[in-house]
T-cell receptor, first 107, second 114 residues
Framework: GIQVEQSPPDLILQEGANSTLRCNFSDSVNNLQWFHQNPWGQLINLFYIPSGTKQNGRLSATTVATERYSLLYISSSQTTDSGVYFCAGNSGYALNFGKGTSLLVTP | GAGVSQTPSNKVTEKGKYVELRCDPISGHTALYWYRQSLGQGPEFLIYFQGTGAADDSGLPNDRFFAVRPEGSVSTLKIQRTERGDSAVYLC????????????FGPGTRLTVL
């Protein structure tokens, strides 16, 4: 399957700061998703974004399919943004996940 | 409608026992997936159903693991002769048509094998 690399692995922000999370893929994908895993373990869909740019409130994502990477932007971070952010892309039928970026937003 | 649901939320069993984990996908979703997540890792694919049939079971770790989806809706993941290494969170996901669609995940079943 494809390899998915996420960076940075850990991130600490002060409330109100902005951040960019990156995801690199070893091969092309036709399904690419970003998730937020909350402290209770629930994977929450953020974006389905195999290409292009999308925005949802304070979050936005951009995927450059030809260069096999995707970026997640978090603006004006809040403490509720804390948790682990995963990107995943398909290899055949399966979604292959990165190891995640663990984000802590402090008051 | 409702999201993906999984039961039980927690399961504690003893080494060597048999367990069944259930997944109710979003109504109308044809595709269903099982993943397994160990501590500190991202979810890992186990099996993919398209309707009633398993289109890809390449992620099942060995023949102790088996999954069914007899009516194309609810799915059951079955683990025989459980081992301590099977302890993990088992996640189910569904998507509307197939693997190119958005996958929606359930809350997971935390399996602990003592």
């Amino acid at each position: 399957g494809i390899q998915v690399e996420q960076s940075p692995p850990d991130l600490i922000l002060q409330e109100g700061a902005n951040s960019t999370l990156r995801c690199n893929f070893s091969d092309s994908v036709n399904n690419l998703q970003w998730f937020h895993q909350n402290p209770w373990g629930q994977l929450i869909n953020l974006f389905y974004i195999p290409s292009g740019t999308k925005q949802n409130g304070r979050l936005s994502a951009t995927t450059v399919a030809t260069e096999r990477y995707s970026l997640l932007y978090i603006s004006s971070s809040q403490t509720t943004d804390s948790g682990v952010y995963f990107c995943a892309g398909n290899s055949g039928y399966a979604l292959n996940f990165g190891k995640g970026t663990s984000l802590l937003v402090t008051p | 409608g409702a999201g993906v649901s999984q039961t039980p939320s927690n399961k504690v069993t003893e080494k060597g026992k048999y367990v069944e984990l259930r997944c109710d996908p979003i109504s109308g979703h044809t595709a269903l997936y099982w993943y397994r997540q160990s501590l500190g890792q991202g979810p890992e694919f186990l099996i993919y159903f398209q309707g009633t049939g398993a289109a890809d079971d390449s992620g099942l770790p060995n023949d102790r693991f088996f999954a069914v989806r007899p009516e194309g809706s609810v799915s059951t993941l079955k683990i025989q002769r459980t081992e301590r290494g099977d302890s993990a969170v088992y996640l189910c996901a569904s998507s509307f048509r197939d693997h190119t669609d958005t996958q929606y995940f359930g809350p997971g079943t935390r399996l602990t094998v003592l």
